[in-house]
C-alpha cells in the first residue's frame, strides 16, 4: 500500500513540474489582428503617442535640446518659463511660371494643344490671385502652427505652380490660366435626374455652388437623411438632462440642418460623379475679374483638352480639385479619396464671365459648343475637344394605360391614353441603375463639423 501511495504521489509532482516548463516555454498567444480597413487620406487627429520626428503632413523636423543652469526644481516646477518648446516653421514661398517655356516645363504638349496661348501672355501676366492665395496659406500657418493636426500639408502648401491672366491680342477673350494638381470634387446631388445617391464619403455634401430650382416633385437623395440628423438634434435637445455646452451646439446644427433641408427641398444641384465641373477658392470669386459659378473652363492633361464649367467654391488657400466624372476620365483609379494626378501637371483655363443664366441641368452638348467656340476665340486647339457621354441612366417612360371612352356604350372601345410624364421622372424599381453610379444602398448623410477641406 505504501508502495501505491509513493507512486501516486511521484506521478502527481511530476505532473506538476511538467506543467511549469510548459508555461514558461510556451510564448504567449497573439491575438488574430483584423484586416484594417482603408481610411481616407487626410490628416489624422494627433492622440496618443507621436513620433514628432515623423509627422504626418510632410513638414521636415530640425530639432534640438539646450539647457542652461537653473534654481531648485520646486521652483523652476512653477516657472512656465522654465521648460518651453519653441515652434519655428520655415516655408519657401513658391514663385510662379511666367513664361510659356516655363509652363511647358510643366505641362510639354500645351503649347502645341493650344497654340494660341503664347500671344496670350501680358507683360506682366501674373494675377494678383497668386500672391492672395499663397498670403492665405501663410496666414493659415501662423493661425494652425500650434495644432499640427490642423497645419497646412506640404503637399497643400506647394499645391499651385502659377495664376495667371491672359488676354487674346485679337478676340480680346480673357481667360484665367492655373496650373496645379488635381483633388477630388464629389459633392451635389440631384433627385430630379438620379433620385438615388451616389454616396457619402467623409467630407461629403450634398450641394454644389452651382445650383437651380428643382423641376420635379421627386425628393432629393439624401433629403431623408437630413431630416432624421434634424430630428435626433431636437430630441437630443428637449431631453432635460442635456447639458447647456451641448445645447449651444445642438442649437447651431439644429439652425443649420433646418437650412439645409430647405435647400434640398428648393434647389438641385451637379452631381460630382456624373457632371464635368471644377472647383475654385472662394477668394477667386471676389477678384477684379471673378470667376463665378456657371463660367465655362477646361481642363488640360497629357493630350487631351476636357470641356468643363466652374461647379463648385472652396477653401481659399488650396487650389486644384475636379468633379469625380473628370478625375475618372483621367484616372480610373481615381476615387473621393484618391487623387487622379499628384503632380502639378494639370492646367486650368477659365473663362470669367461666361456663365448662362438662368442655371439649369447640365446640357453636355451646350457645354462641347459653348467651349469649342472659345477655344477659337483663344488661337484654336490642335485636338477636338474631348467629347463627354450622359451617364446618367435614363428614367423608364411609363407603359400606356387603357381608359375608357368619354361615352361609354356596350359596344364602345377602349381606347389608350398615356399617363403624364415629368420631365425627369423618378426611377422605378425596376429600371437597372448604372452600377458605376448606384450604391447598393442609400447612404446615410455625413458631415464634417469643418469646412470641407482638400485631404
Known sequence: MLVIFSALFAAIVYRWISLERLQRVAPAEIPATPTPEPTPTR??????????GKLFNGITLHSTVETIPGGDATTERSQPDSYVLDLRLQARVP??????????????????????????????PVSPLYAQLYETKVRMLRETLARLDLLLSRHNFFDCQTVL????????????????DMDVDADGSDGDRMPVGTGAPANFKPFTSYRWPKKTSAPNPYLAATEAASKRAEDEYALGTTAPARKRELRNAIAQLRAEVGTLEKYSFLIGAADPFIVVPGAFTHAHDPVKPGDYALVVFGDVIYPAIVGDVGPNDKVGEASLRIAKQINTLSTPYNRPVSDLKVTYIIFPDTADKPFGPPDLEKLQARCETLVKEIGGASVPLHHWENIIPPSPT??????????????????????????????????????TLMPTSSPGLKRSPTKKRKS
Open 165 to 180: 491672366q491672359l488676354q487674346h491680342p485679337q478676340t480680346h477673350r480673357k481667360a484665367l490660366l492655373l496650373q496645379a
Open 398 to 435: 411609363p407603359s400606356p394605360t387603357p381608359t375608357p371612352s368619354p361615352s361609354p356604350s356596350p359596344s364602345a372601345t377602349l381606347s389608350a391614353s398615356v399617363s403624364p410624364t415629368f420631365a425627369f421622372p423618378i426611377t422605378s424599381p425596376t429600371a437597372q441603375p448604372n452600377p
Open 43 to 52: 490628416p489624422p487627429l494627433i492622440t496618443g503617442k507621436l513620433d514628432t
Open 95 to 124: 514663385s510662379p511660371n511666367k513664361t510659356i517655356e516655363e509652363l511647358a516645363n510643366v505641362s510639354p504638349q500645351l503649347p502645341t494643344l493650344l497654340p494660341g496661348l503664347a500671344s496670350m501672355l501680358l507683360a506682366d
